[in-house]
């Protein structure tokens, strides 16, 4: 598989992650029938919360001014 390239399951989240952060709206229920096939409902449970979790410290990072330090480049002192 090319790097660039997901696996199903794993381009799947990603496109819930994109319908949570966009439009939260977007997630039917031919989206979750999409989920439950290649989830279980703790893992759809799961990657809700860690989505959530995500878009929120996102969100305070942009509140509390520090999204420009956030992105940038990690380079440690060794």
Do not use: W
């Not at 966009?22 to 290649?38: C, G, P, Q």
């Not at 420009?68 to 480049?73: M, Y």
Request: aromatic share 8%; charged share 30%; glycine share 6%.
């Amino acid at each position: 598989m090319d790097e660039r390239t997901l696996a199903p399951r794993d381009a799947l989240a990603v496109r819930f992650a994109e319908k949570m952060a966009a439009d939260f709206r977007t997630v039917d229920s031919a989206f979750k029938a999409e989920l439950r096939e290649v989830f279980n409902d703790a893992e759809i449970a799961e990657l809700g919360m860690m989505i959530g979790q995500y878009i929120a410290l996102g969100r305070l990072l942009v509140i509390a001014g520090a999204h420009e330090a956030a992105c940038e480049i990690y380079v440690p002192d060794y």
